[in-house]
């Protein structure tokens, strides 16, 4: 077995070396607006649950050259923010989005996706998703780098949930309808596999 030291490796080693360790890995499509109204739409793989109460999640938001991205910006600005779940119909329209658009131009309007109010925020959601949820800025912190930060961690608190009806009954989500997809490595993406189930120790 290979023993690496992560200091002896450049950045984009190590990127690689934990995006094709770390699978699969959910997708959460962001949007924000920003300060000048436009609104804003990425995707990122740093994804995860927090807390359920109250319910949060986490998204992590790589900086490039120490340059904070339009949606951590628009996070800090607006304190609002929505995550939907990237599904099988809506991933290739979600993979237009990660294009590298200047702040005035709105990757929404790009990837053809329709906006649609949110009920306890400012930032509009997309109509697309099966799965939303509106979200409030909880916490944030500057990390990594060694001159300037790595990345912007942001811990949302959900205000709202939007779920299609068609794929929640009896509290509980419908895996197969939801038919969520996860990140790989480089290009790739995977569906929902084989289901098993596994009791807990009592």
């Given amino acids: 077995m290979l023993s690496i030291d992560p200091s002896s490796m450049s950045e984009r080693d190590n990127y690689k070396f ?8 959910p997708i959460a499509f962001v949007t924000t607006k920003s300060k000048d109204g436009v609104l804003n739409g990425a995707p990122f793989s740093y994804f995860n649950i927090v807390s359920s109460n109250p319910p949060m999640i986490s998204l992590s938001i790589q900086r490039s050259s120490g340059r904070q991205k339009d949606t951590a910006r ?18 290739e329209k979600i993979n237009i989005t990660a294009a590298n658009l200047p702040p005035d131009e709105s990757e929404i309007e ?3 996706l329709t906006p649609v ?4 925020i400012s930032v509009p959601g997309v109509k697309e998703a099966k799965i939303r949820m509106e979200c409030s800025l909880e916490h944030s912190l500057e990390l990594g780098g060694t ?6 961690l942001i811990i949302g608190k959900i205000v ?43």
């Fill in 117 to 120: 109010e949110s009920v306890k």
């Fill in 18 to 25: 934990l995006i094709g360790s770390i699978i699969p890995r």
């Fill in 110 to 112: 790009l990837a053809n």
């Fill in 74 to 91: 628009n996070i800090f600005e607006s304190k609002e923010f929505v995550v939907h779940i990237v599904d099988e119909q809506n991933v």
């Fill in 160 to 202: 709202q949930f939007h779920i299609e009806s068609d794929i929640y009954e009896n509290g509980r989500i419908d895996p197969r309808g939801l038919a969520a997809v996860s990140r790989l490595a480089g290009n790739y993406y995977a569906k929902i596999g084989e289901i098993f189930k596994i009791e807990r120790p009592i």
């Fill in 147 to 152: 001159d300037t930060p790595g990345c912007d």
